[in-house]
């Protein structure tokens, strides 16, 4: 019998840094700004996770990824804690991930958690793929709750904006 | 009352309101006027059931009965409802829909502003982040007033509409009584008072906008804070409770 030896906080954020985000397979949970902490009790791993949106469809996913992946590497004894403040929000993410949402398609979120509540629109909305900013929205919902649907009106491609919270 | 049946009560009204706000907008699936509205409304609802997900979750909590959300959400008779009577009417055309959505959204960013601020660290954290989502749903819901105003005559007429129909359950959103007195000493709720005259102001000028008049009744109707509905709460647990009602403890 393996006795399994306790891991370090940055062992488990290693391993949990593989996972990713279910619905923009590019980006790991951690760079998107989900997983938050990780708390070492005596006797078990304390996951701590904030969900980007209350209803993300992908949170039930994301805490089944995490106990599987954990398992795999011989951790059985891991819980996964949901917490709500701080509010998540896109100024979490650096530059490099915007860079590879960009990659993957979806335009990054032009500035940080907009307060003002009757310009929720930013002024510049930069098409992923050709660079423009001469773009118009087309719908505040897109396919998924964090991202709306925008035009190119310069390479005419329809693109994903990923929503600035 | 003491704090605890207070903060229970008013967890499960801001939870059902959102629970039953949500199961209308679901209806929208599939039977949106285009494609991008379909996934709109339905977007809506997703945040409105996360919400009401996580407010009958801690209500569970703070009842200390072992509930779940799922146990109070399916097996709460019609009577044991919260929600404000606006959320349960029927989801009409387009414009009623939008035109409940002003109404209920630009009282939303209100309150959770407020109690954002609680002193209730669970549910000013709940707050907190419904609020980065309710400005979306405020701004989505101005813009199609500006659209269906604005647009033909017909749909300008459908909208006015729907406004008039509306107008007498919205006073019931700011409506207090002991629960919410209780829990204002302890700093946990939301004063609505001062919060009415800034909706009034907001929805008015959004309205005017549009080229809607506002309605001069000054009726309103009342009844959610003592759980009697309209005919319509019925109608819509019955759906949505079934599974749980014909196959009890079903899981899948």
Known sequence: MVIAQ???????????????????????????????????????????????????PAMGIIQQDILATLFFHGISNATVKLVYAPAWTTDWMSDATKEKLRQFGISAPVHSSCHNFHSAQPEAVICPKCGSVNTSLISQFGSTACKALYRCKNCDEPFDYFKCH | MNQQNALYTYLLRLGDSALIQSHRLSEWC????ILEEDLALTNIALDNLGRAQALLRYAGEVEGKKRTEDDLAYKRGERQFYNNLITELPTGDFAYTIAKQLFIAAFESLLFTELSKSKDDTLAGIAAKTLKEVKYHLV?????????????????????????????????????DEVDATLLKEGIAADLAPLKPKWMEHVTAILKDADILLPAGEFMQTGSRAGIHTEHLGHILTEMQYLQRAYPEAIW
């Open chain 1, 6 to 56: 306790p891991r370090s906080k940055e062992d488990i954020l290693s391993i949990l840094s593989t996972i990713k985000d279910p619905e923009i397979p590019v980006v790991n949970i951690e760079e998107i700004g989900m997983l938050r902490d990780v708390v070492l009790h005596k006797d078990r791993y304390e996951i701590i996770l904030t969900p980007t949106y209350t209803g993300c």
């Open chain 2, 30 to 33: 599939s039977r949106g006027p």
């Open chain 2, 140 to 176: 989505h819901a101005r813009d199609w007033c500006y659209r269906l105003g604005r647009g033909t005559v017909i749909s300008n007429s459908k909208l006015q509409h729907a406004v008039d129909e509306l107008w007498m359950y919205t006073g019931e959103m700011f409506e207090m």
